[in-house]
Structure formats: structure tokens, C-alpha cells
């Protein structure tokens, strides 16, 4: 690690008050440095925060943090906050368990007002703070950071209509660090920039309308000026929302930087927007030629940049899926598929190397997603529409309105189902099973397997009567071998795997593999063990639930969700049946009802209590013989 003389001064925002611009520059060099140091270390989204040093120190350093509220979109471009806010000393413990989240965090730190991991909420929450600064006449301000494709969200429209109406103090910086709206031009963009946020252009402008109003042209020169800016600086659009546009400017240039954010800070009180053109991974070399910025990455060298992969083993479900349904496309030209701003994530991008003209990414609009689905269901075509779970909570009024309600064969490929490590609980897919399982008509699945996954995919194709979805868990999967001539399954029925006639197993989706290891550790207590998998949620197998339960003493159901998914769709329907009436002794299974912290997926499980010995116990108990403090030996 090299040696950081100025960065070590800065223990929080307060100490980069009075540096000059050029300890401001050296600070950011170290910084920049210091992040990529400890992501190579931990992992995690490298190219937003090495895209947004010089923005962050800019804001800190002209703003009263905490006081003011800095928001980031997202948030993976927060490390270098992060580190700048007392975090330094934990800033190796990114994204692990028990260290700090790979995003901002109320409970982390006061300097996280807001919580982020998923796009296009910075404005809306901004708003709420510049609102209540208002109303309690705090007259502090509030900054939201948010990137260009976080833009295309809906939300972030909505919120901007809003705030321009309301004309309440609210700065937002558009991070433009890919598809630049309009490119910066030198050292006019920047002198402009300067001029138009200062208060002589502002004096200005009012004077001239005062002027203009008695003579009647006042909207013809309104319209000059705002052709004229619009034409520099891109800014008509926002101007048109209520908001004054300020860019675009070079966020990687603090002589632009602090002054236009001094200017605003003093003289701006409606809401504004400043247009910054950063580039992601900027000043390290790796991550600036990477087509990906090094996005996100896994631990890496430092000096060459090349990243430590995992050991391969099997495939991962995203890439089954990717595979499979491009295999499905050659044979049906109506099949296409759909993502929001998560090609490579979801394995779409597989599909669109084939298909490109079958393939669509809708950016982050996932109700768009949902609907435009909708309307090429409703046209006669085959869609699949791949989002992750906690994704697909965004869409939910589609799914239902849209989807549901009118009986659509839209396909909805759920993606980390379950819980999926280092992205703690923002990402973990946990409601799904029960947001989608009460839905009339939706038919719902979960492969245990890659095996099972592709026979998903394939009778998801098949379904062109109701929509359906079918889910699965990100990472590898357990080495199964994908069967070349592929046979759908029989909807709603499930299948046996172990027979036994004491304890009863029945698993939804990912935990298959732990209830087969549960039942070697009944077996060796000489409980004999049934291990079943349900794969349907909805509609049930009622035949194989009624079978286990009337041959069993006791069933356990188990699954990787939420209390009200899979579990209560089972006792639901025993009790409304009589299968509670005989004596039986049921458990169900499931995610504890809280937000697990980041960790690795098997340590979050284990905490969850969905392991092996955590079921082998549950049964036990439930039976009322059998030695559980056994079950923790035979698992070391």
C-alpha cells in the first residue's frame, strides 16, 4: 500500500474544509488509490467510486455534511465517501460479514442519511429531505448524486415533476460517466458553466425580465435564452421539469467543481441540476480499458488488475437459463426476452448474441419491462422476462394489472432467489414465492437443480394460457447433467426422491440438496426419511402433500423465502382439507423474519437456520425422539 500523507489528515468531511485546491487534488489522488487498495482486497463496485473521487471531496469539501444531506443513487459509487466519513479504518471490511454494507447505510454511519442499493430513489428521498429542512427552517441542503442510467428510471421523473413544482432547494448531480446527454466543449462549456450558477448571470436574468415583462417580450426572450443554453449545455429538458441546468462540466476537474458548487450552494434556492461528465474507473488503468469499468469485481492484484476467479465448477443457473433459452429460440421464432439494465446479470446477453433483434434491455425500468411484456404476450409472442427478484418488487402493480389480471404468458425468470451473500439484504430474492403465489392464475416453480431449471424454462414456453415464473439461486449449481432432449414438466406435480415413512421432507427450489443431507443424518438416527420436491408452489402437487402427510408423522416444508410463500400455500391447504385432523406434525421452514446482513451465502444460511442440521433438527423435535446434539457432531 502506498503511503497516503494527505488522506491521512482527512478523518471526516470537516478537515477537507480549508485545504487548498492542490491538497484537495492530492487528497483525491490518495483517495483513489485507497479504494482501489481495499476492493482489491474485498471485492465489490470498483468503477462508480473511482468515477465519482473528485465529486465526492468536491461536495464534502463546500458542503456541511451531515448537517447537509449527500444522497447517492444506488450507491455503488459510495466507497470513497465512505472513507472520507470515519469509515477508513473498516473500509476492508466492505461487503463481508460483520463489516461495512457495499452501500450507503442509515444504521452504518450519520452520514448516510439514506439508504441505497437499488436505482432511481435519490431524487424522491432528496425531495423529502429538502422538504422537511423547509418546514422545520433549517435552511440546510440536500444533494442527490445519481448516474446516468439510474436517469431512465420513471421514478426519477416523477420526482423531478415533483421537485420542480414544489421549487424547493434541492441540488442534483447527474453523473454522467457513459452516455454523455451532451458532451462537454472545453473551456467555454466550463466558463459558461461557472458564469450561469454564479449570482451576476442570475441578477442578470431577473433584471432582464423586469425589463422585457412592460414591453410584452417576455416569452420570446425566455425562449432565446433557453434555446441558447439549451443548445451549449443539453439543459432544455430539465429546464422544462423546473429545474435550472447547470453543464455539462468535468466532474474530474475540481477548478470546475468547487466553484460551481460554491455558486450554487450561495445563490440557488429552487431545485437545480448539475450535469458532471465523469469516467468510470477513471485513474486506474485496468479498470478504464475493461468494456465493463470494473464495474463490479471480484478480489484483484493491484498492480496488473487482474482479478482472482473462483475454481470452475459447474455452471451457474443464470448462464443454465442464458443457454437454454437460447437453445429454445432456434426452434421457436416467437420466444424473446427482456431485461432492465441486467444483460450479462441475468443471461440475457447470451440469448441477444443470437438474437439480437429478439433481445431487449429496457434499461432500469423494470415496470416498463413488465408491461412491455405484456403487450408482446398480448400480440401473440412468447416473452421471458428475466429480473431479479428484489427487482422485480419494483413491477409488482404490472405483474398483477397488467399481467395477471388478463391471463398474459408473460415468463418471469427469477434470478437470485434466496439469499445471495455480499449484497446483504437489498439484494436477497425472499418475497417472491409469496408476492407471486397469491396472484390468480400465476403458475409458479423452483429449480432444485440446473436439470429441473432448464425443464422450467421449457414448460414456462409451453404455458401460453397464464403467465408463470420459475426461480432459482445465483452461483453454480450442483453439477447435474442438463439432458439434451429436454421434456417439459407436468404442471403442478412433484416428484420423490428418498422414500421413508416417519419424517417427511418437502422442498421448494434451492434447499433440495440440504433436506437429502438432512435425511443421511435422520438415517443414521434410524428415522427413516422421505425427501420430496414440491416444484411448484402453485398450482400444488395436493395428491403427493396429502400423500406425505398421511403416511408421515411428521412433515417439514422448506424453502428459501419469506413467511406467506410455499409453506402456507401447504398448510392452507391441509387445514382446509382435514389433513390437520389426524395428529400430524408439521413444521414450515423459512427465512427468518428480518434483513440478514451481508456474509457469505452458506454462513447467512446457516444463520437463517436452513441447513442441514438445522432440518434434521426441526424434525427431530417435532418427532419427539432422536438426538439432536448428535446432529452437530455428524456435521463437523
Known amino acids: 500500500m502506498t503511503d497516503t500523507p494527505h488522506l491521512d489528515q482527512i478523518k471526516f468531511p470537516s478537515d477537507l474544509k480549508n485545504k487548498s485546491r492542490d491538497e484537495l487534488e492530492a487528497v483525491c489522488d490518495e483517495l483513489r488509490a485507497e479504494v482501489v487498495d481495499a476492493v482489491s482486497v474485498t471485492g465489490g ?4 467510486g473511482l468515477g465519482v473521487v473528485e465529486l465526492t471531496v468536491a461536495i464534502h469539501h463546500v458542503f456541511n455534511t451531515p448537517s447537509d444531506k449527500l444522497i447517492f443513487d444506488v450507491g455503488h459509487q459510495c466507497y470513497p465517501h465512505k472513507v472520507l466519513t470515519g469509515r477508513r479504518g473498516r473500509i476492508r471490511t466492505l461487503r463481508q460479514g460483520g463489516g461495512l454494507s457495499g452501500f450507503t447505510k442509515r444504521a452504518e454511519s450519520e452520514y448516510d442519511p439514506f439508504g441505497a442499493a437499488h436505482a432511481s430513489t435519490s431524487i424522491s428521498a432528496g425531495l423529502g429531505f429538502a422538504v422537511a429542512s423547509d418546514l422545520d427552517s433549517r435552511g440546510d441542503h440536500t444533494i442527490c448524486v445519481i448516474g446516468d442510467g439510474a436517469l431512465s428510471a420513471g421514478m426519477a421523473y416523477e420526482a423531478m415533476n415533483n421537485a420542480g413544482a414544489l421549487n424547493k432547494k434541492l441540488i442534483v448531480i447527474l453523473n454522467d460517466n457513459d452516455m454523455s446527454i451532451a458532451p462537454p466543449v472545453g473551456a467555454m462549456s466550463h466558463y459558461l458553466s461557472k458564469l450561469v450558477s454564479g449570482k451576476p448571470y442570475r441578477s442578470l436574468r431577473k433584471l432582464g425580465k423586469k425589463l422585457v415583462k412592460p414591453m410584452g417580450l417576455e416569452k420570446s426572450v425566455k425562449k432565446v435564452e433557453e434555446f441558447a443554453r439549451g443548445f451549449a449545455m443539453g439543459g432544455t429538458m430539465f429546464e422544462e421539469l423546473g429545474f435550472y441546468y447547470v453543464g455539462p462540466i468535468d466532474g474530474h476537474d ?11 450552494r450561495d445563490s440557488i434556492d429552487g431545485p437545480v441540476l448539475i450535469h458532471a461528465v465523469t469516467q468510470k474507473g477513471k485513474g486506474y488503468a485496468p479498470a478504464e480499458a475493461a468494456s465493463d469499468k470494473y464495474h463490479g469485481v471480484s478480489k484483484f492484484n493491484v498492480i496488473t488488475g487482474e482479478q482472482k476467479k473462483a475454481t470452475p465448477g459447474a455452471p451457474s443457473y443464470t448462464k443454465v437459463f442464458g443457454e437454454t433459452l437460447t437453445r429454445l429460440g432456434e426452434k421457436d421464432e416467437k420466444l424473446v426476452a427482456i431485461t432492465a439494465a441486467m444483460p450479462s446479470g441475468t443471461g440475457v446477453s447470451i440469448f441477444a448474441e443470437a438474437f439480437p433483434d429478439r433481445s431487449f434491455d429496457v434499461g432500469i425500468a423494470e415496470q416498463h419491462a413488465v408491461t412491455f411484456a405484456a403487450g408482446l404476450a398480448a400480440d401473440g409472442y412468447r416473452p421471458f422476462a428475466a429480473i431479479y427478484s428484489t427487482f422485480l418488487q419494483r413491477a409488482y402493480d404490472q405483474v398483477v394489472h397488467d399481467v395477471a389480471i388478463q391471463k398474459l404468458p408473460v415468463r418471469f425468470a427469477i434470478d437470485r432467489a ?9 439484494h436477497a430474492g425472499s418475497f417472491d414465492i409469496s408476492f407471486l403465489g397469491h396472484l390468480p392464475h400465476m403458475v409458479c416453480m423452483a429449480a432444485s437443480d440446473e436439470a429441473e431449471l432448464a425443464r422450467m424454462i421449457l414448460t414456462s414456453s409451453l404455458i401460453d394460457d397464464a403467465p408463470s415464473a420459475f426461480r432459482y439461486p445465483r452461483g453454480e449449481g450442483i453439477g447435474v447433467e442438463i439432458p439434451e432432449q429436454l421434456t417439459p414438466l407436468e404442471i403442478g406435480k412433484g416428484r420423490i426422491l428418498r422414500e421413508g415413512n416417519t419424517i417427511a421432507l418437502l422442498s421448494y427450489g434451492g434447499r433440495l440438496q440440504e433436506a437429502l443431507k438432512a435425511a443421511e443424518l435422520l438415517a443414521a438416527q434410524g428415522l427413516s426419511t422421505t425427501v420430496a420436491d414440491a416444484r411448484f408452489a402453485k398450482p400444488l402437487d395436493h395428491d403427493l402433500i396429502n400423500r406425505l402427510a398421511r403416511e408421515h408423522e411428521v412433515l417439514i416444508t422448506l424453502e428459501e423465502g419469506s413467511i406467506g410463500g410455499f409453506g402456507s400455500f401447504t398448510l392452507h391447504h391441509l387445514a382446509q382439507t382435514g389433513g390437520l385432523d389426524r395428529g400430524l406434525k408439521i413444521r414450515s421452514m423459512v427465512l427468518p423474519d428480518e434483513f440478514i446482513d451481508q456474509d457469505k451465502p452458506e454462513v447467512m ?3 437463517a437456520g436452513l441447513n442441514a442440521r438445522h432440518i434434521a433438527s426441526n424434525a ?6 432422536g438426538d439432536v446434539a448428535a446432529l452437530s457432531r455428524a456435521a463437523v
Open 254 to 264: 475540481l477548478d470546475v467543481l468547487v466553484p460551481v458548487l460554491e455558486n450554487i
Open 45 to 48: 463496485h470498483l468503477g462508480a
Open 418 to 426: 434466496g439469499l445471495v451473500g455480499a449484497d446483504g439484504p437489498t
Open 605 to 607: 444460511y446457516e444463520y
Open 620 to 625: 427431530i423435535s417435532a418427532l419427539g425422539r
